[in-house]
C-alpha cells in the first residue's frame, strides 16, 4: 500500500514531461510548417541545375601534319593566341601558284587590250582611207565626165570632119582612161572597205578575249585570296578568352579539316540553367532574382536572375522524345529548362571558380 502510494507522484512527474515535449514538438513544427509554407508561396526552387559556360570547339580549317602545339591542358588562354600549327608547305605551293597564274592572267590582259589598241588605230585609218576615196572618186567621176563631154564633142568634129583621127582618138583614150580611173578607185574602195570590216571583226574577237581575260584575273585573284587563307589556316588560334581543356593532340599527328579536336571554355559569361518541373512556373517570369548554391562552395552565394524560358521541356530534345500517342501513356510531370544568368553583384573572383556541369540549387524569388 505504501509502495502505491510512493510511486503515484513520479508518474505524474512523468506525464508532465511528455507533455512539454510534445507541446514543443507540436510549437515546433507548426512554426516550421508555417515558415516553410510562406516560403513555398514567395519561392520557387530546385537542385536540378547545372553551371554552364561556352564551350567553343577548336576545328582546323584545313588538314595536314601538326608542326607545334604552343598549349598544354588547362592553360588560359587569351583571344588570338596561337594553339598549334599545320605543316604548311603544301599550302605556300599553292600560293605561289595562284600568284604566277594571277601573273599570266594579267598578261594575257595586257595583250588583248594592245591588240584592241591596233585594231582601233587600224580601224580609224581605214575610215580615213575610204573618206579618202570617196574624194578621190568623186574627183575622177567629175573627170570622167568631162573626158566624155569632149569626146562626144570630138565624134561629132571627127564625123564631120572637122578634126584629124588622131585628134579624135585622143579624146577616146582621155574618156577609156577617166572611166578605167573612175572604175580602180572604186575597186580600191571595196577593198578598203572590206579590210576595215575584217579589222573591226578582229576588234570585236580582241575585245572579247580582254573580256575574258579581265574574268580570268578576277578568278585568279580569287584563287589567290583563297590559297592566301588556307595559308594562314595553318597556325590555329584561340577565338576567344578562355581556358582550354584536355588537349589530345602532339607533333607529327594527322589531322583533318573538320575534326573536333579540343575545347576552350569561355570565362566571359556564366549562367546556370535549372529545370523545373511544370507546376513550378505559375508565377515566374523573366527579370526575377534568383539565390543560387554551388555544391562545391557551399559557404558562396551567388545572386542570378531569370533570363528565359527553354521553348520545349527537356525531354523534347530528346534523341527519342516520348510519344503518348502509342497507348502506353503513363502522365508525369515534365520539366522545362531555365536560363538564370548571375548579376554583375557577384565577386569577379567567386564567379571565376565555377566549372561547367557543376550541380546547383536554385532559389528563384517570385513574389
Known amino acids: 500500500m505504501e509502495n502505491t502510494v510512493e510511486n503515484a507522484p513520479e508518474k505524474k512527474g512523468t506525464n508532465k514531461k511528455f507533455t512539454i515535449i510534445l507541446a514543443a514538438l507540436v510549437i515546433f513544427g507548426g512554426a516550421y510548417g508555417g515558415y516553410k509554407y510562406l ?31 604552343y598549349v598544354k591542358d588547362n592553360d588560359l588562354v587569351k583571344k588570338g593566341d596561337t594553339l598549334f600549327t599545320i605543316e604548311s ?42 573618206q579618202s576615196n570617196l574624194g578621190s572618186i568623186e574627183a575622177a567621176r567629175i573627170r570622167a565626165k568631162q573626158a566624155n563631154n569632149d569626146y562626144i564633142r570630138y ?11 588622131q585628134q579624135y582618138e585622143q579624146a577616146l583614150t582621155t574618156k577609156l582612161e577617166a572611166d578605167k580611173q573612175v572604175e580602180i578607185l ?16 578582229k576588234t570585236t574577237v580582241a575585245s572579247k578575249q580582254t573580256s575574258v581575260a579581265e574574268a580570268n584575273i578576277k578568278r585568279a585573284k580569287a584563287q589567290l585570296e583563297a ?12 577565338s576567344v578568352d578562355g581556358q582550354v581543356s584536355n588537349i589530345k593532340v602532339q607533333p607529327g599527328q594527322m589531322i583533318n579539316p573538320g575534326q573536333s579536336l579540343f575545347y576552350i571554355v569561355d570565362n566571359i559569361e556564366t549562367w546556370v540553367v535549372a529545370n523545373f518541373k511544370e507546376t513550378q512556373l505559375q508565377k515566374m517570369k523573366p527579370g526575377q532574382k534568383v539565390g ?29 522524345p516520348p510519344d503518348n500517342a502509342t497507348g502506353n501513356f503513363v502522365k508525369t510531370v515534365q520539366r ?21 556541369g557543376m550541380n546547383a540549387d536554385v532559389d528563384v524569388h517570385v513574389q
Open 39 to 69: 516560403h513555398g508561396q514567395a519561392h520557387e526552387t530546385t537542385d536540378d541545375a547545372q553551371v554552364e559556360k561556352n564551350m567553343s570547339p577548336i576545328i582546323p580549317r584545313v588538314g595536314g601534319f601538326i608542326t607545334k602545339v
Open 89 to 130: 608547305q603544301d599550302y605556300q605551293v599553292r600560293v605561289d601558284e595562284a600568284e604566277a597564274a594571277l601573273a599570266a592572267a594579267e598578261s594575257s590582259f595586257d595583250v588583248s587590250k594592245a591588240d584592241v589598241s591596233a585594231s582601233s588605230a587600224n580601224v580609224a585609218i581605214s575610215d580615213a582611207t575610204i
Open 155 to 165: 565624134q561629132n568634129l571627127y564625123n564631120n570632119q572637122s578634126i584629124t583621127k
Open 186 to 201: 572604186q575597186q580600191q574602195r571595196n577593198a578598203s572597205a572590206s579590210q576595215r570590216n575584217a579589222i573591226v571583226s
Open 227 to 238: 590559297a592566301k587563307l588556307n595559308l594562314s589556316y595553318t597556325a590555329v588560334l584561340a
Open 292 to 320: 543560387i548554391k554551388v555544391d562545391a562552395y557551399p559557404n558562396i552565394e551567388f545572386e542570378g536572375e531569370v533570363n528565359s524560358f527553354s521553348p520545349a521541356t527537356g525531354s523534347r530534345f530528346s534523341l527519342l
Open 336 to 356: 522545362l529548362p531555365v536560363k538564370i544568368k548571375l548579376t554583375k553583384d557577384n565577386k569577379a573572383e567567386n564567379v571565376a571558380l565555377l566549372r561547367p
